[in-house]
């Protein structure tokens, strides 16, 4: 066996020596419903914003990238609900116009509106305009008289697919006429995503500030045999849209810790993207990541992290996990420490390690000696690591010296004789358990 052995292992899955990292099944889609139940209400003193402008949901802790978007208007009474343009701005600044100069002089009370881009058909200029199920649509587009808060980007909710659904979701409702009232009871968003993450940063939340969950993430490893002399942390998909808010810190099973991140990567957004930490790295974490890449551990302070997380000093390289059993639970603690933004990763970190090769080899009769008349004989013998030399005593030979395969023995004495034969591998480990042989040269 080599002197160094590869070993990949995922968080909360165990791989025994030798085999590859485990593939992980594809997640079902994620769906979250979020909500908003302070009324919207309009004073007929137009045209005018309504008083909750906006009118906000904030949400954290959503993973992964967005599908699909649907909105549901409740309880909207109006005495001329075509003067209504209402418009949706996503966290990420995409602005959609869900509904404007619809449904003309019509009153409406207590209607609810859903807006899906899969509805049959749109609310319609002059329509009676009774609860359903609508695409967005601008039912008088260039009349003059609407007035959005942000220059729509997009014409479907589809136009939101492939965000990053983590902040502030902004609904913005302005009467462009005169002389009507009304109100807008609550609104409601359901965002499906394309998978549901095993980490989110933070936690599910509307604060957008706090631990990760799980914290800390658990990295389960069984079967590694020696001892580490060199260890990396991938984590697969890392999200965030502001990643200079977050602390990480790796703790390994006998306790050692090395700080991964702190205030590393600037504000820009990163999208699901590999990052791997590995002291071979070129460099630390530079001031936009939105690339990802491969980097050591950051150069910054590291301030205490929230409980159950340990106190520092920590450890500035991945070499402080060095001579330790990697068997064990690792620990990867994670907090974002400012609000308004959040991530997730995308799929289960790995951690990968060189240890030191502790694991003697196996030797192996291809050819024993056999007892007969002939006084020459060949015997051969095989190693089960690749790389290996060997070592025999023969008869009365009281220590062991270099031989190799096949091995002829000539001019034998009649008689008994006797062979031991150990392999030792590239690293020095040696066959605790040498072949052994014996046979006898028979005078005729």
């Given at each position: 066996?080599?002197?160094?052995?590869?070993?990949?292992?995922?968080?909360?899955?165990?791989?025994?020596?030798?085999?590859?990292?485990?593939?992980?099944?594809?997640?079902?889609?994620?769906?979250?419903?979020?909500?908003?139940?302070?009324?919207?209400?309009?004073?007929?003193?137009?045209?005018?914003?309504?008083?909750?402008?906006?009118?906000?949901?904030?949400?954290?802790?959503?993973?992964?990238?967005?599908?699909?978007?649907?909105?549901?208007?409740?309880?909207?009474?109006?005495?001329?609900?075509?003067?209504?343009?209402?418009?949706?701005?996503?966290?990420?600044?995409?602005?959609?116009?869900?509904?404007?100069?619809?449904?003309?002089?019509?009153?409406?009370?207590?209607?609810?509106?859903?807006?899906?881009?899969?509805?049959?058909?749109?609310?319609?200029?002059?329509?009676?305009?009774?609860?359903?199920?609508?695409?967005?649509?601008?039912?008088?587009?260039?009349?003059?008289?609407?007035?959005?808060?942000?220059?729509?980007?997009?014409?479907?909710?589809?136009?939101?697919?492939?965000?990053?659904?983590?902040?502030?979701?902004?609904?913005?409702?302005?009467?462009?006429?005169?002389?009507?009232?009304?109100?807008?009871?609550?609104?409601?968003?359901?965002?499906?995503?394309?998978?549901?993450a095993p980490i989110t940063m933070p936690a599910l939340g509307a604060n957008g500030a706090g631990v990760a969950s799980p914290y800390p993430v658990?990295?389960?490893?069984?079967?590694?045999?020696?001892?580490?002399?060199?260890?990396?942390?991938?984590?697969?998909?890392?999200?965030?849209?502001?990643?200079?808010?977050?602390?990480?810190?790796?703790?390994?099973?006998?306790?050692?810790?090395?700080?991964?991140?702190?205030?590393?990567?600037?504000?820009?957004?990163?999208?699901?993207?590999?990052?791997?930490?590995?002291?071979?790295a070129a460099t630390v974490p530079p001031a936009a990541c939105a690339a990802g890449g491969t980097f050591k551990p950051t150069a910054n302070v590291?301030?205490?992290?929230?409980?159950?997380?340990?106190?520092?000093?920590?450890?500035?390289?991945?070499?402080?996990?060095?001579?330790?059993?990697?068997?064990?639970?690792?620990?990867?603690?994670?907090?974002?420490?400012?609000?308004?933004?959040?991530?997730?990763?995308?799929?289960?970190?790995?951690?990968?390690?060189?240890?030191?090769?502790?694991?003697?080899?196996?030797?192996?009769?291809?050819?024993?000696?056999?007892?007969?008349?002939?006084?020459?004989?060949?015997?051969?013998?095989?190693?089960?690591?690749?790389?290996?030399?060997?070592?025999?005593?023969?008869?009365?030979?009281?220590?062991?010296?270099?031989?190799?395969?096949?091995?002829?023995?000539?001019?034998?004495?009649?008689?008994?004789?006797?062979?031991?034969?150990?392999?030792?591998?590239?690293?020095?480990?040696?066959?605790?358990?040498?072949?052994?042989?014996?046979?006898?040269?028979?005078?005729?």
């Open positions: 066996m080599g002197i160094k052995k590869y070993v990949a292992l995922l968080a909360s899955a165990t791989l025994g020596l030798g085999l590859a990292a485990l593939a992980m099944p594809p997640a079902n889609a994620a769906v979250f419903n979020l909500s908003q139940n302070t009324a919207i209400t309009f004073t007929g003193t137009g045209p005018v914003n309504a008083d909750q402008f906006p009118s906000s949901i904030a949400q954290f802790g959503m993973s992964t990238t967005i599908t699909d978007v649907n909105v549901t208007l409740t309880g909207i009474t109006h005495t001329f609900k075509g003067d209504l343009d209402i418009e949706l701005v996503s966290p990420q600044g995409s602005a959609l116009v869900l509904t404007s100069d619809n449904c003309a002089a019509t009153d409406v009370t207590s209607r609810s509106y859903t807006f899906d881009d899969a509805a049959a058909t749109t609310l319609g200029g002059a329509a009676v305009c009774p609860s359903g199920t609508f695409k967005p649509s601008n039912g008088n587009s260039g009349a003059g008289d609407e007035i959005f808060f942000a220059v729509p980007t997009t014409t479907t909710l589809a136009g939101f697919n492939g965000e990053n659904p983590n902040g502030n979701w902004r609904l913005f409702v302005r009467d462009d006429q005169s002389g009507d009232t009304g109100q807008i009871t609550s609104w409601s968003l359901q965002i499906t995503t394309a998978a549901a658990p990295i389960s490893v069984s079967g590694v045999s020696g001892n580490i002399t060199d260890v990396n942390l991938t984590l697969p998909g890392f999200a965030h849209t502001f990643p200079s808010d977050l602390q990480m810190m790796l703790q390994s099973p006998s306790g050692a810790t090395v700080k991964l991140l702190s205030g590393d990567c600037g504000s820009t957004d990163v999208l699901n993207k590999d990052f791997t930490f590995d002291d071979s590291l301030a205490a992290m929230p409980a159950p997380a340990p106190a520092g000093p920590f450890g500035t390289t991945m070499a402080a996990f060095n001579g330790a059993s990697p068997n064990g639970t690792w620990k990867l603690y994670i907090n974002d420490t400012a609000a308004a933004d959040g991530g997730w990763i995308s799929a289960n970190p790995t951690l990968t390690f060189k240890t030191t090769d502790v694991i003697p080899p196996e030797t192996t009769f291809t050819k024993k000696p056999k007892t007969g008349f002939k006084r020459t004989t060949t015997i051969k013998f095989v190693s089960s690591e690749a790389g290996s030399h060997f070592e025999c005593k023969i008869d009365t030979s009281k220590k062991f010296k270099p031989c190799s395969s096949p091995l002829k023995l000539k001019h034998l004495k009649y008689g008994k004789h006797k062979i031991q034969v150990r392999a030792i591998d590239a690293a020095g480990n040696v066959d605790p358990t040498p072949l052994r042989a014996k046979w006898k040269i028979i005078k005729k």
